[in-house]
């Protein structure tokens, strides 16, 4: 399993976390985090989850290929499940698998997600809209587009 944890400051900007052992992510003190997961192993992805007692039946969808709910909630948990189309060439559809837990954010794919990679660069940068009230909406997104962020 391949993955990367990035930190979310009190600007809302993403870092690269100098966290590198996933089980330290449920310390006290430790900053909201996102962990962006390269499906591989699912004994690794399991093991990882039940780290963050994540709820047994979320555990079985996001282990799921190809998930039998698209949304659901378990326990302190909102799992959502999202068809995508990284390629017009592709066969067989994948998912993006959104796990949502009090101070973590977990997306699982099986390949890189274009979209994800986007919203890395974006928030990687202090430059992005939503720190730049400046540039407006319009100045990135296009007229009428309004930029939601949320506090952790």
Same mark, same amino acid.
């Given at each position: ?7 979310? +400051? ?8 100098? *966290?590198?052992?996933? &089980?330290? *992510?449920?310390? /006290? ?6 962990? +962006?997961? #390269? ?20 555990? #079985?969808?996001?282990? #799921? ?17 999202? /068809? ?7 066969? +067989?559809? &994948? ?11 977990? &997306? ?5 997600? /274009? ?5 890395? #660069? ?20 296009? /007229?009428?587009?309004?930029?939601? &962020?949320?506090?952790?």
């Amino acid at each position: 399993m391949k993955y990367t944890i990035y930190e979310i +400051d009190s600007n809302r900007v993403l870092k690269k976390s100098p *966290l590198t052992n996933l &089980t330290m *992510l449920t310390l /006290p003190g430790t900053p909201p985090v996102w962990v +962006d997961i #390269e499906r591989g192993n699912p004994d690794s992805l399991k093991e990882f989850l039940s780290s963050l007692d994540v709820h047994a039946l979320a555990i #079985e969808a996001c282990l #799921e290929r190809v998930p039998n709910s698209r949304i659901g909630i378990y326990g302190k948990s909102l799992f959502i499940g999202l /068809p995508m189309l990284l390629d017009w060439a592709d066969k +067989d559809r &994948t998912f993006l698998t959104i796990l949502c837990l009090p101070g973590i954010l977990v &997306t699982i794919h099986e390949k890189p997600v /274009p979209v994800l990679d986007s919203i890395k #660069e974006d928030f990687l940068s202090a430059m992005h809209p939503a720190l730049c009230p400046s540039l407006g909406p319009a100045g990135r997104l296009g /007229p009428g587009t309004e930029i939601v &962020t949320f506090s952790p």
